[in-house]
């Protein structure tokens, strides 16, 4: 082996969740003097990428007792261009992974989220106002013993993380821009000329992945067709305390609001235009006023609340579906295999779910080398994981480009979109496609939302189903379809 490849001493982490009987096994094959390649040693797990899913990868690796080196080339940043992109909204089926991982952890990021899941959220018409489709996300998480969707800073998420993990594993300032795979160990070769070898090398290091480059060559990601802009307000609606959030549907253009908590209100707003666009100085609000001129109060006063400075813009890109994630000793995870758009808010929680899977995977076949007492199965193991999650993740994928479509194609009234013939909008005439959408979206809805934040419980193995709002005898509310408002429950 070259002399600038580093390996450190294998280590055994303090685990609460790996099963003790294995754990003695491995001290007493150890201390029969075991090397570092036979099957008494933990796989040693380099992650390229300390951003939310490499993060929840480290900590579930940790905590199965693997040997983990997280590399990051700047963790005092917020990863994924976070500081665009502001609160993340961490729902049900990511909550839950995280207790299966470490219930400490999700303690943690559930007293420091905003909770959103208890309220009043759905598709609003953007011009008058007026609810559209009302979803209930409380209901799937009660029935199926899930937490509670919550909202909470990615800053602060990434500290819970990266604190749980250790600064002993997280190497900053550390850019693994090449690998090599000799089919028997993975070499991370970084930008400053270090290299460290591992038994498997996981990309989690974003939309424009080196990893994924130095697997499958060089793709462009994919262009969404909308700029965002974003921002958070000092701001509180007189209906704070019944609706979470609301998507406001217009022609080519829609705009997102959510309560984060503390008195503040996050929202994004999109517009389907041509990618590389620049304001002109401070003229962001200018604009953003002018493109919604026309359209609900809760709209407006959300944007006049907010200061220029506290506005951002980006263009939305995603990635293309694909069911290969890796190449023998090497796999993806997050972003870097199966970016998309942030219509649902489940960019994160899938990357919360392939941590998670994928230390179940590695500790699986690790548990296998010692019954057959040969070395552990990587590729096996990566295979399994890549099978386990790409079904899934590609569905809910091409769901966040479906709804980014259904609404900015939404014609709430007679007139939308038809130049000389638009005055007719002011006689609030319902567009029969209004009509028929919310129509299937009432009888489509429930079933979606059953499965995204339910669908992946039965993987959680060792969590016990429990639902935080209930449990505590905390007040949630209850939707009421044919009216604007609803019940609270106590």
Not at 10 to 15: A, F, G, K, P, V
Not at 180 to 192: H, M, S, T, W
Not at 463 to 487: M, N, Q, Y
Request: proline content about 4%; hydrophobic content about 40%; overall charge neutral.
């Amino acid at each position: 082996m070259s002399s600038n490849v580093l390996h450190n001493p294998i280590h055994l982490l303090t685990t609460r969740t790996h099963p003790q009987f294995l754990l003695k096994k491995l001290g007493r094959i150890r201390a029969a003097g075991k090397s570092s390649s036979g099957a008494a040693a933990p796989p040693r797990v380099l992650v390229a990428g300390g951003g939310i899913g490499g993060l929840v990868l480290a900590l579930a690796a940790k905590r199965k007792g693997l040997d983990v080196v997280v590399f990051e080339k700047d963790m005092s940043a917020v990863r994924g261009e976070g500081q665009y992109r502001g609160p993340i909204q961490i729902q049900s089926n990511a909550l839950a992974a995280l207790e299966a991982i470490d219930m400490d952890v999700a303690e943690e990021v559930i007293a420091a989220g905003c909770i959103t899941g208890n309220r009043l959220n759905g598709l609003v018409d953007g011009l008058s106002g007026s609810w559209y489709v009302k979803f209930d996300t409380f209901t799937p998480a009660a029935e199926r013993g899930l937490p509670v969707t919550r909202v909470i800073s990615r800053m602060t998420l990434q500290q819970i993380l990266a604190r749980a993990v250790g600064s002993d594993i997280i190497l900053n300032e550390s850019n693994v821009v090449d690998f090599e795979d000799n089919g028997q160990k993975v070499i991370a070769k970084l930008d400053n000329g270090k290299c460290y070898e591992g038994d498997v090398l996981v990309g989690a290091d974003g939309i424009r992945s080196k990893v994924r480059t130095n697997l499958f060559g060089p793709t462009e990601a994919e262009y969404s067709g909308y700029t965002c802009y974003t921002g958070i307000a000092d701001f509180i609606p007189a209906d704070i305390a019944t609706v979470g959030y609301r998507v406001f549907l217009g022609s080519k253009q829609y705009f997102v609001s959510s309560d984060v908590g503390g008195g503040k209100m996050q929202w994004y707003a999109f517009h389907k235009e041509s990618p590389g666009g620049v304001d002109i100085p401070y003229g962001k609000k200018e604009r953003l006023l002018k493109l919604f001129e026309g359209w609900c109060d809760n709209v407006i006063e959300l944007l006049t609340a907010t200061d220029e400075e506290a506005i951002l813009r980006r263009d939305i890109y995603d990635r293309n579906p694909t069911f290969t994630w890796g190449k023998g000793r090497v796999t993806l995870l997050g972003d870097s295999v199966h970016a998309m758009q942030p219509n649902l808010g489940q960019g994160g929680c899938m990357a919360i779910e392939d941590g998670h899977q994928l230390a179940e995977e590695l500790d699986k076949a690790w548990k296998q080398s010692f019954e057959s007492q040969s070395a552990v199965d990587i590729v096996s193991s990566l295979k399994r994981y890549e099978d386990a999650r790409k079904v899934r993740v590609a569905i809910i994928h091409a769901s966040a480009r479906m709804a980014a479509y259904m609404a900015s194609t939404y014609k709430g009234y007679l007139g939308v979109g038809l130049g000389p013939l638009s005055f007719i909008t002011k006689y609030r005439i319902p567009h029969p496609g209004r009509i028929a959408g919310g129509i299937m979206l009432e009888i489509v809805m429930p079933s979606m939302l059953s499965w995204v934040l339910g669908g992946n419980r039965s993987k959680l193995e060792g969590r016990a189903p429990h639902c935080r709002i209930s449990d505590k005898g905390e007040p949630f509310f209850v939707i009421d379809r044919s009216s604007e408002l609803g019940t609270w429950i106590t």
